[in-house]
């Protein structure tokens, strides 16, 4: 029966192939001004994105001995994944070549990254959750310590690898435990063995406990979060670009895997964990990112604060919870993108716009680019009309359905603090006079797609329905 | 005459797709940038005209009703619709946008097209919240007015401006996100955000009060009522003139229309249950701020507290009725309560917004705006000191001006429910009396205060025009407030039938 389930893995099986060949060519292509590898790359994501599309399933199909799921929540996140994967490696492209570190590596890495996220969101069982996870995980340690004569680089990636290794253990101990009580690696058996013996059986939950702990590692969710302001700080913003985007998504699909194809009949167990973290997140994230002078710096704290709503989601338990989520990350994923494009295009050669004191005046520096970066301001900050707004609003209407209004009012406070360090960047461009009248140097294609990138926000704020229905479609067949 | 026209989606879109194409010019031909703008804004005008004129002043079912489904997964519908509260503050929006283009005309000198922009978008979206009655599509718009409003305030205002926008932006967002819950939470029992399911939504007495709670920290902080009225001044006096009249006439009734077309229908019984409540607040901000309006120094200040002290009246005239009602029997007096507080609103949106242009006028030329800057204006600028004598007139509540009628019918409102409450609000009519004209007095009479004074001009004519079109609408509406009861009152009278009417389940 194998031969019949493999045209389901035709994505991944295409991207593992053309990202083998993109590495050797790479080795033969590898002279400056060339970008024969960037073109490839790009190309291979493309093909990635049609295959997805091609092999699409309407109802959740278990292959593989039940370690392959091909369901349409996988349809719409592995392309989600490519998609904003390509928009991230063409703002990379231009970062590396003007600070002088182009290396074909950054891509093939990249590659063999969307290939563990791809892996990760298909995975049916412990073992494909884990080497997905792992593939990916390696392939970003390494791209964070690509700038090998920066220290502050070698730190961050010196740190993720450390704490990144700690989570990985945490979960597989974790995983051994589910193993050990169920017998089974496979999410679907240990689904119906948590059914059976239900919450009272301890050796469980303490696995679960484990599990949840390396999600949260992974998706950055406080007291878990400590890497995230380093890593995003130390490394260089092309790779900062490429963490703070497609791999969340992967890790939301990473906690729809195990937590609610694998442990959902432990619900109760696992809504209280996420409670605490999301609460936490949301309170240390948005407080602590006031205090930040470094933009990155207060992106990655930003990222933990959007990481305590998106666990909102999944807090709720209920298939539109899980929808709410779903569309939160990708709407986050794509704010992120855009704002780490915006300090990729204020910094040029020998220069990194990371400063928060390098936005001052953009708007008479350049009205357009600051008028971009106030859409994704306000986004991030969840003011209508833009698209942020509805994220937030899915995630909040889904705990208020479920009874939580308590965590509902405190999700809104703290969204009012986060606000705060919103408006500073606002402010800075628009009320602060500028520092320097130097114009911005960017490619014309970068400057497109940045802009499209920014409206995009708006166009989906004004018109969120689309891509709300897909996410309740791609959920409701779970 | 039947017109079919999409009134509300042009009266929302045309100022909206008007501003891009403002922005979209730019500043290099300035005067084309601000008649462009002019005409948007006199056209959207005009529209709102012609909408007042077909509208059906015999029922109070909403009309020009627009029904498309916007987000159907959700059944969040573009649901728009106008009754009598609503069409006056569209009307209201549209002419005081007008004004404002004007009085910037020659005022505004940096980064003019995204100022006419602003306010053009600002239109747009104020006109989107008077209109909505999908729930999500009203705090939608509600929300995203505070973008334009935060810029204007920020970019274009004075020395402190910002801190005051940020202190404008983060105090209305706190307000309004706790009236998302609520809204949520209703969603989740009505299974529907139209505002008319939720009016007939059964709610059990704890869950309206905190529902009630809920939407009084949006409203009261966007009327804004007394304790947290805060932020007011500080947005007022920063702002350039053009934003603190689109603050003082139409962003302080979005709180009254609030209360008028959430908390009351939506919560009935919390709102009979803290009625007293409301009223209490409401006296300390007449009276209270009334006396902290007489030591203010800055005229925008003083402007701002006697906004919040006229806001008084306007939640006193709101949440009257039941009391009246209780102690009379007589709906007809607890209507009158509603329709005066609704009567404050309208005609504080045109007297504030004339006081700030006036003291914008002063500002322009002497670039203060410190009561003791100033002295014997009247001898450089007489025209000028005629117009100003009658906006102070009016805000004191003289008889003949707009400012008396509403205040009139809360206070014979109130009286009817107890002798106490009305004599507190009728104080007010002297306190007001007193730090107008003595801010007047200090401004306008007198000898020439100092060397600037002296060398003042008097108004052009450009001045000269708005101030005679808002005094001839003040003294209208003095005069014959009888067209706008004619519009109001079926959507009055059915309001009030509707808030006494018990929704408690069982």
Same mark, same amino acid.
């Given at each position: ?478 | ?102 009085? &910037?005309?020659?005022?505004?000198? +940096?980064?003019? *097209?995204?100022?006419? $922009? /602003?306010?053009?978008?600002?239109? @747009? ?109 500080? &947005?007022?006096?920063?702002?350039? +003139?053009?934003? *603190?009249?689109?603050? $003082? /006439?139409?962003?302080?009734?979005? @709180? ?251």
């Amino acid at each position: 029966m194998i031969s019949a389930e493999l045209p389901l893995l035709l994505p991944e099986i295409a991207l593992l192939t053309l990202a083998c060949l993109v590495l050797v060519l790479d080795t033969v292509f590898d002279r400056p001004g060339t970008y024969v590898t960037y073109w490839l790359t790009q190309a291979t994501l493309i093909i990635a994105m049609i295959l997805v599309l091609y092999v699409a399933q309407d109802n959740a199909v278990i292959a593989f001995s039940g370690h392959f799921i091909s369901d349409p929540m996988s349809t719409v996140l592995k392309f989600a994944v490519c998609l904003i994967s390509l928009v991230v490696f063409f703002y990379s492209h231009d970062y590396l070549r003007e600070h002088d570190i182009f290396k074909g590596e950054y891509f093939v890495l990249g590659l063999f990254g969307v290939l563990g996220m791809l892996v990760m969101i298909s995975a049916g069982s412990l073992l494909t959750v884990y080497m997905g996870l792992e593939l990916l995980s390696l392939s970003l340690y390494a791209m964070v310590a690509m700038h090998r004569d920066s220290p502050t680089a070698s730190e961050a990636a010196m740190k993720y690898f450390v704490l990144g290794a700690l989570a990985s253990g945490m979960l597989l101990y974790g995983i051994s435990m589910l193993y050990g009580v169920t017998g089974s690696i496979e999410l679907r058996e240990i689904a119906a063995h948590a059914a059976g013996q239900g919450e009272t059986d301890l050796l469980m939950v303490f696995g679960l406990v484990f599990v949840v702990v390396g999600i949260a590692f992974k998706l950055g969710a406080v007291p878990f979060h400590m890497w995230v302001p380093d890593v995003y700080e130390g490394a260089p913003t092309a790779v900062t670009l490429f963490i703070s985007t497609a791999p969340k998504i992967a890790a939301f699909a990473m906690a729809m895997r195990l937590l609610v194809d694998g442990l959902q009949p432990l619900l109760p167990d696992w809504q209280g964990m996420l409670i605490i973290l999301a609460v936490l997140s949301m309170a240390a994230g948005n407080i602590i990112a006031i205090a930040q002078t470094n933009i990155k710096r207060m992106l990655a704290y930003s990222t933990i604060a959007h990481i305590g709503f998106l666990l909102l989601g999944l807090i709720a338990g209920t298939e539109s919870g899980y929808a709410g989520s779903m569309f939160y990350v990708i709407v986050y994923a794509l704010m992120s993108m855009g704002s780490f494009g915006m300090i990729i295009l204020l910094g040029r050669r020998g220069l990194e716009a990371d400063r928060l004191d390098d936005f001052k005046g953009l708007a008479e520096r350049n009205p357009w680019f600051a008028f971009i970066m106030l859409l994704l301001m306000f986004s991030m900050a969840g003011v209508p009309p833009l698209i942020g707004f509805w994220a937030k609003w899915f995630v909040i209407k889904e705990v208020v359905a479920m009874g939580y209004v308590w965590l509902a009012a405190l999700a809104v406070l703290f969204s009012v603090i986060g606000a705060y360090y919103y408006l500073r960047i606002v402010k800075l461009m628009y009320f602060d006079e500028p520092d320097s009248m130097s114009a911005i140097k960017a490619s014309r294609s970068m400057r497109l797609v940045l802009s499209l990138n920014g409206l995009s926000l708006l166009l989906l704020g004004f018109l969120p329905g689309a891509l709300m229905a897909v996410c309740v479609n791609a959920i409701s067949v779970l | 005459m039947e017109l079919n026209l999409p009134f509300l989606s042009i009266l929302i879109w045309a100022p909206i797709l008007g501003g891009i194409w403002v922005l979209y010019a730019g500043d290099r031909q300035e005067q084309t940038v601000k008649v462009l703008s002019l005409s948007v804004s006199v056209i959207v005008f005009l529209v709102s005209v012609l909408a007042w004129f077909s509208f059906n002043t015999g029922t109070h079912a909403m009309q020009f009703v627009e029904l498309t489904s916007w987000i159907e997964t959700f059944n969040i519908n573009y649901h728009l619709g106008v009754d009598g509260i609503s069409l006056p503050l569209i009307l209201l929006t549209t002419f005081t946008t007008v004004l404002v283009i004007i009085s &910037a005309w020659e005022v505004i000198e +940096t980064r003019v *097209s995204q100022y006419m $922009a /602003a306010f053009l978008i600002l239109e @747009g979206l104020m006109n989107g919240v008077f209109a909505a009655l999908d729930a999500m599509l009203f705090y939608f718009f509600w929300e995203a007015m505070l973008i334009p409003m935060f810029l204007i305030i920020g970019v274009w205002g004075g020395p402190r401006r910002v801190y005051a926008t940020i202190k404008f932006f983060l105090y209305t967002f706190l307000g309004s996100i706790f009236m998302l819950v609520a809204l949520l939470y209703l969603y989740s029992q009505a299974g529907s955000f139209n505002i008319l399911d939720l009016h007939n939504q059964p709610l059990s007495l704890l869950a309206q009060q905190l529902i009630f709670i809920a939407f009084l920290l949006a409203f009261a902080v966007k009327i804004p009522m007394w304790p947290v009225h805060t932020w007011l001044p500080d &947005a007022h006096v920063e702002a350039p +003139t053009g934003g *603190s009249v689109i603050l $003082a /006439a139409i962003m302080l009734k979005m @709180g009254g229309y609030g209360f008028l077309r959430f908390s009351l229908p939506i919560a009935p019984d919390a709102s009979q249950a803290l009625d007293s409540f409301m009223i209490v607040l409401s006296l300390i901000a007449i009276v209270y701020i009334g006396f902290v309006a007489l030591v203010q120094n800055d005229m925008k200040k003083l402007i701002a507290y006697s906004s919040i002290s006229h806001m008084g009246f306007v939640t006193l005239g709101f949440f009257i009725g039941f009391s009246t009602w209780a102690a009379t029997g007589n709906t007809d007096a607890a209507v009158m309560g509603l329709e005066g507080g609704m009567m404050q609103m309208i005609s504080h949106g045109f007297i504030s917004g004339a006081l700030f242009l006036c003291v914008g006028v002063l500002y322009d030329r002497l670039h203060s705006r410190e009561i003791s800057d100033y002295g014997g204006v009247a001898n450089t600028m007489p025209q000028f000191a005629a117009f100003m004598m009658l906006f102070a007139m009016a805000n004191s509540g003289l008889p003949g001006t707009s400012g008396f009628v509403g205040e009139f019918l809360v206070i014979l409102s109130a009286f009817q429910a107890s002798f106490w409450i009305a004599f507190l609000a009728a104080l007010t009519l002297i306190l007001g009396a007193a730090y107008t004209l003595w801010m007047y007095k200090r401004v306008i009479f007198g000898d020439v205060a100092n060397q600037n004074v002296a060398e003042l001009t008097d108004i052009n004519g450009r001045e000269k025009f708005i101030l005679i079109v808002l005094a001839a609408v003040v003294l209208l509406f003095g005069i014959w407030p009888a067209p706008l009861f004619e519009v109001m009152h079926p959507t009055f009278e059915h309001l009030f039938e509707h808030i006494t009417q018990s929704k408690l389940p069982g």
